[in-house]
């Protein structure tokens, strides 16, 4: 009997850590006891992108999602769905405004407006058998490539698709690739995949190297093709063991395929690749502190000149490009430039993965084309906000990024119209807020992160992020005063002018991008000491309300710092200044006559 | 365990020789080296770091300031179960501090500390990549998400050996 169903379930991080794992066991063991192994077979994918909802697993071909499955649903998704023929109805994700189960992820709202190229076969494929990812067109366009096509028509084709570098910057790929092509010609080059994926809440190219490794092993080596380079290097996170190990499988298969190695497809063309681990080093990001870092020495940025086209890798001209940049390599050679750049805006083509976090009902991996609104991220794909709150920010680009807010929600996205708003495309990372986060403290934490991260090789970067902090930490304290508002804009554009790379350049973007759009909160925190999202604990202030205190006296007893006095059956007080705002009275307190103001 | 002294016996020596050779000796694979090293010892004191620098034939404060660059090598020996909080942005709005402050509370020990036993350590890390589940944090791999501070108290019972 040939296998006649699939059965799909989620590899990845999210839904690995939620016990996708067990599930597979469970659901071998149950086709086994049934005798079914001819007839159905689980395949561990990639990731599905609605983590949110996970672990998922997806029967095919009649494509229905199951979501938050448990190890003890295996059983009835064998004997019901696979054996009878009919749904497992309460696995199946309910439209919050219909009410109504879906079944076909394609008519889930999370779905509808997505339109996926970097993560075509994410979800799709076994991210460790090469046969599955070349029946997905997998080395395909290597092989046209490199049979049917020169360098300078490849690049051509690369330029005239007009995709932009989707690490952060958005150089465009075609011209990095003629630059390194036309460097030191008939020199020993290198092409680097930047797969340092540092930026906190983003996780989009750890989620395409464990979902479709091959697709970024094949578009290094028609980048090596083009500039002439024969061995790849991949620099990748020590935090990422499953993408490590996928990429170590696919690489192996791929040399024993002949799709790597020496003489690729009897072309004449050599191509290998290897793993250099990061060692968690946010500046690494940075493509000269990646190449040291790769070299064996401590990850610090050098000036620009020279690039990395003209000496890179051990001095050599080399290519660096991100994971995201590469998966769209392969589609664009075999669909053509004339199909990707019809998708997008006008100066921004294709479409951009975003991790989509926060405050927002569907948290997960997204991939849009550019030029999608925010409103509709935010609201249809999304979801809304978590627990009916008030939308306040998104943040986009990390520590280098800013925050949009409510008045950017109609803005079309892509790489200008967020640099315009006083933000970044960045990696892809979006954190959404609501009005429970304090935009002040927002602002702290990632400088926090920054400071943290600063190699401290130049003194804006080192000296001047810390004084930020510390004037951020000021006001947060009920501090400040608004001379230290003007310090803070004056030494923010100071750093932005003066640091040595990237890291440091952007580094004030969350300061100057939450003073801009909410001025307003920082005045309240520096003249009235307030806090209106109630995150700043030192601008807290508990207060009892004396016709709703009972005189219990459970609060006076928990106060770790006796602040509260009073008598019995008479109402009590707090001491605002013993008070250390611990909330442990708040939450003692039976009759609600304690409120924080 | 104290401190980061330790004494190199011959059979560690062997094994860090055993593990640079493996890389050709290649300084440009420190990196690689110090990952596989630290994977073996659990953390990289200096008497390591000395024998590694021998090997490459490199001077030790190179190695030294490559340890102390990179924020996954450590001089001090973790807690037999490491805890790592995970302080993301995504993490950070669902509240990650206070799980972070549940266990500094419970475990009576700040971050990058080790419990006296030598049972618990807790260190604070970025993003592990599971935002759906946010607030996470992880013991020895194992992920725990969506967590709320009453969480910490029983996942710590877990581990009482």
Same mark, same amino acid.
């Given at each position: 009997?040939?296998?006649?169903?699939?059965?799909?379930?989620?590899?990845?991080?999210?839904?690995?850590?939620?016990?996708?794992?067990?599930?597979?066991?469970?659901?071998?063991?149950?086709?086994?006891?049934?005798?079914?192994?001819?007839?159905?077979?689980?395949?561990?994918?990639?990731?599905?992108?609605?983590?949110?909802?996970?672990?998922?697993?997806?029967?095919?071909?009649?494509?229905?999602?199951?979501?938050?499955?448990?190890?003890?649903?295996?059983?009835?998704?064998?004997?019901?769905?696979?054996?009878?023929?009919?749904?497992?109805?309460?696995?199946?994700?309910?439209?919050?405004?219909?009410?109504?189960?879906?079944?076909?992820?394609?008519?889930?709202?999370?779905?509808?407006?997505?339109?996926?190229?970097?993560?075509?076969?994410?979800?799709?494929?076994?991210?460790?058998?090469?046969?599955?990812?070349?029946?997905?067109?997998?080395?395909?366009?290597?092989?046209?490539?490199?049979?049917?096509?020169?360098?300078?028509?490849?690049?051509?084709?690369?330029?005239?698709?007009?995709?932009?570098?989707?690490?952060?910057?958005?150089?465009?790929?075609?011209? =990095?690739?003629?630059?390194?092509?036309?460097?030191?010609?008939?020199?020993?080059?290198?092409?680097?995949?930047?797969?340092?994926?540092?930026?906190?809440?983003?996780?989009?190219?750890?989620?395409?190297?464990?979902?479709?490794?091959?697709?970024?092993?094949?578009?290094?080596?028609?980048?090596?093709?083009?500039?002439?380079?024969?061995?790849?290097?991949?620099?990748?996170?020590?935090?990422?063991?499953?993408?490590?190990?996928?990429?170590?499988?696919?690489?192996?298969?791929?040399?024993?395929?002949?799709?790597?190695?020496?003489?690729?497809?009897?072309?004449?063309?050599?191509?290998?690749?290897?793993?250099?681990?990061?060692?968690?080093?946010?500046?690494?990001?940075?493509?000269?502190?990646?190449?040291?870092?790769?070299?064996?020495?401590?990850?610090?940025?050098?000036?620009?000149?020279?690039?990395?086209?003209?000496?890179?890798?051990?001095?050599?001209?080399?290519?660096?490009?991100?994971?995201?940049?590469?998966?769209?390599?392969?589609?664009?050679?075999?669909?053509?430039?004339?199909?990707?750049?019809?998708?997008?805006?006008?100066?921004?083509?294709?479409?951009?993965?975003?991790?989509?976090?926060?405050?927002?009902?569907?948290?997960?991996?997204?991939?849009?084309?550019?030029?999608?609104?925010?409103?509709?991220?935010?609201?249809?794909?999304?979801?809304?906000?978590?627990?009916?709150?008030?939308?306040?920010?998104?943040?986009?680009?990390?520590?280098?990024?800013?925050?949009?807010?409510?008045?950017?929600?109609?803005?079309?996205?892509?790489?200008?119209?967020?640099?315009?708003?006083?933000?970044?495309?960045?990696?892809?990372?979006?954190?959404?807020?609501?009005?429970?986060?304090?935009?002040?403290?927002?602002?702290?934490?990632?400088?926090?992160?920054?400071?943290?991260?600063?190699?401290?090789?130049?003194?804006?970067?080192?000296?001047?992020?810390?004084?930020?902090?510390?004037?951020?930490?000021?006001?947060?304290?009920?501090?400040?005063?608004?001379?230290?508002?003007?310090?803070?804009?004056?030494?923010?554009?100071?750093? =932005?002018?003066?640091?040595?790379?990237?890291?440091?350049?952007?580094?004030?973007?969350?300061?100057?991008?939450?003073?801009?759009?909410?001025?307003?909160?920082?005045?309240?925190?520096?003249?009235? =000491?307030?806090?209106?999202?109630?995150?700043?604990?030192?601008?807290?202030?508990?207060?009892?309300?004396?016709?709703?205190?009972?005189?219990?006296?459970?609060?006076?007893?928990?106060?770790?710092?006796?602040?509260?006095?009073?008598?019995?059956?008479?109402?009590?007080?707090?001491?605002?200044?013993?008070?250390?705002?611990?909330?442990?009275?708040?939450?003692?307190?039976?009759?609600?006559?304690?409120?924080?103001? | 365990?104290?401190?980061?002294?330790?004494?190199?016996?011959?059979?560690?020596?062997?094994?860090?020789?055993?593990?640079?050779?493996?890389?050709?000796?290649?300084?440009?694979?420190?990196?690689?080296?110090?990952?596989?090293?630290?994977?073996? +010892?659990?953390?990289?004191?200096?008497?390591?770091?000395?024998?590694?620098?021998?090997?490459?034939?490199?001077?030790?404060?190179?190695?030294?300031?490559?340890?102390? +660059?990179?924020?996954? +090598?450590?001089?001090?020996?973790?807690?037999?179960?490491?805890?790592?909080?995970?302080?993301?942005?995504?993490?950070?709005?669902?509240?990650?501090?206070?799980?972070?402050?549940?266990?500094?509370?419970?475990?009576?020990?700040?971050?990058?500390?080790?419990?006296?036993?030598?049972?618990?350590?807790?260190?604070?890390?970025?993003?592990?990549?599971?935002?759906?589940?946010?607030?996470?944090?992880?013991?020895?791999?194992?992920?725990?998400?969506?967590?709320?501070?009453?969480?910490?108290?029983?996942?710590?019972?877990?581990?009482?050996?």
């Amino acid at each position: 009997m040939a296998i006649k169903m699939h059965i799909l379930v989620c590899g990845g991080t999210g839904c690995t850590a939620s016990g996708s794992k067990e599930i597979i066991e469970e659901l071998n063991k149950e086709l086994t006891a049934h005798d079914l192994n001819d007839f159905a077979k689980v395949v561990v994918t990639g990731c599905f992108g609605f983590c949110e909802r996970g672990p998922i697993v997806k029967i095919i071909p009649d494509n229905t999602f199951y979501t938050r499955v448990k190890p003890e649903d295996a059983k009835e998704i064998i004997e019901e769905h696979i054996i009878k023929g009919r749904k497992v109805q309460r696995l199946l994700y309910v439209a919050p405004d219909t009410n109504q189960s879906v079944s076909d992820s394609k008519h889930m709202e999370f779905y509808k407006k997505q339109v996926r190229i970097a993560l075509r076969n994410c979800g799709f494929i076994d991210p460790e058998n090469i046969d599955e990812s070349i029946a997905r067109d997998g080395y395909a366009a290597l092989g046209k490539c490199l049979t049917e096509m020169t360098p300078e028509q490849v690049i051509d084709e690369i330029k005239k698709s007009g995709l932009r570098g989707r690490g952060g910057a958005g150089f465009p790929t075609g011209l =990095k690739w003629e630059i390194a092509s036309k460097s030191r010609v008939g020199e020993q080059k290198y092409v680097v995949c930047n797969a340092d994926e540092g930026d906190p809440g983003a996780f989009m190219d750890r989620s395409l190297l464990e979902g479709d490794p091959h697709s970024i092993l094949e578009a290094m080596a028609i980048c090596g093709y083009c500039i002439g380079a024969n061995h790849g290097l991949i620099y990748i996170r020590a935090e990422y063991p499953l993408a490590i190990h996928r990429l170590q499988v696919a690489i192996e298969q791929a040399e024993q395929y002949g799709l790597l190695g020496k003489d690729i497809l009897g072309t004449g063309f050599d191509f290998t690749i290897e793993l250099r681990y990061g060692a968690g080093a946010f500046v690494c990001g940075e493509e000269t502190a990646l190449i040291h870092s790769m070299e064996g020495k401590r990850g610090e940025p050098t000036f620009k000149p020279p690039f990395p086209a003209q000496s890179g890798y051990l001095e050599k001209p080399t290519n660096v490009n991100n994971v995201e940049t590469y998966a769209n390599i392969p589609v664009i050679i075999n669909k053509g430039a004339d199909w990707f750049n019809k998708i997008g805006t006008e100066k921004s083509k294709g479409t951009k993965v975003f991790a989509l976090a926060g405050k927002i009902n569907n948290v997960g991996l997204i991939e849009v084309p550019m030029g999608i609104t925010l409103r509709e991220i935010i609201y249809e794909i999304g979801g809304g906000i978590k627990g009916g709150k008030k939308f306040k920010a998104v943040q986009t680009g990390g520590p280098s990024g800013g925050c949009l807010t409510e008045k950017h929600l109609d803005t079309p996205i892509d790489y200008d119209s967020l640099v315009a708003a006083g933000s970044m495309m960045g990696s892809g990372g979006m954190i959404v807020m609501d009005e429970d986060d304090c935009m002040v403290a927002i602002a702290k934490f990632y400088l926090g992160f920054t400071v943290d991260e600063s190699c401290g090789k130049c003194t804006p970067c080192r000296v001047g992020n810390k004084r930020l902090l510390e004037i951020l930490t000021k006001i947060t304290e009920g501090k400040g005063t608004m001379q230290d508002l003007e310090e803070l804009k004056n030494l923010s554009n100071v750093i =932005k002018d003066t640091a040595l790379c990237g890291l440091g350049q952007t580094s004030p973007n969350p300061v100057l991008s939450t003073i801009n759009n909410f001025w307003d909160e920082y005045v309240e925190h520096v003249t009235e =000491k307030k806090c209106r999202a109630g995150q700043c604990k030192a601008l807290k202030k508990y207060v009892i309300d004396p016709d709703k205190c009972k005189g219990c006296t459970a609060c006076a007893r928990a106060c770790p710092v006796s602040a509260i006095t009073g008598t019995v059956k008479n109402p009590h007080v707090i001491d605002q200044d013993k008070c250390i705002k611990c909330g442990t009275c708040y939450e003692k307190c039976k009759f609600g006559a304690i409120s924080i103001k | 365990m104290c401190g980061s002294k330790v004494n190199i016996s011959e059979a560690n020596y062997l094994k860090i020789k055993e593990i640079c050779a493996s890389f050709n000796n290649n300084p440009g694979d420190l990196i690689n080296v110090l990952h596989k090293t630290q994977d073996h +010892f659990g953390y990289l004191p200096v008497e390591v770091q000395k024998v590694v620098a021998e090997c490459l034939g490199i001077p030790a404060t190179r190695v030294y300031g490559v340890v102390s +660059f990179y924020s996954f +090598f450590t001089m001090k020996p973790k807690g037999k179960y490491a805890i790592s909080v995970c302080l993301g942005t995504a993490c950070y709005v669902k509240g990650g501090e206070k799980i972070l402050d549940a266990l500094k509370s419970e475990l009576k020990i700040s971050e990058g500390e080790v419990t006296p036993d030598g049972k618990f350590s807790i260190d604070v890390l970025r993003c592990v990549g599971a935002c759906g589940l946010a607030p996470v944090m992880t013991i020895n791999g194992k992920t725990y998400g969506r967590l709320v501070p009453e969480d910490v108290k029983g996942i710590l019972a877990e581990y009482a050996d």
